[in-house]
């Protein structure tokens, strides 16, 4: 589970072990009070969007009401559809 810290005035995210290398911790990783007294957040890649017209996208990290996101909501580009009018002629495989 990647944790981030801010360590000179950037955002560090980093698995939780690497970064706390001499921390014994449970089996469910740290809880909300390891994070309190290490001043650590948690990390999240999902934000709520509507996914009909939002995508997510990778990004550096960025903290948003308590929490570390390293994805953002973009708005999905949108799909053209192109007609092929027929002359006459055929395209396509085919017995004929």
Do not use: W
């Amino acid at each position: 589970m990647n944790i981030a810290k801010l360590i000179d005035g950037q955002l560090v995210v980093a698995d939780y072990r690497e970064m706390f290398k001499e921390t014994s911790f449970p089996v469910g990783g740290p809880d909300d009070n390891f994070f309190t007294e290490n001043n650590c957040y948690k990390v999240s890649m999902f934000k709520q969007h509507d996914r009909a017209t939002q995508m997510l996208v990778g990004c550096g990290a960025y903290l948003e009401n308590g929490v570390v996101y390293t994805v953002e909501v973009q708005t999905r580009p949108v799909v053209e559809t192109i007609t092929i009018e027929s002359l006459g002629d055929s395209i396509g495989g085919g017995v004929s």
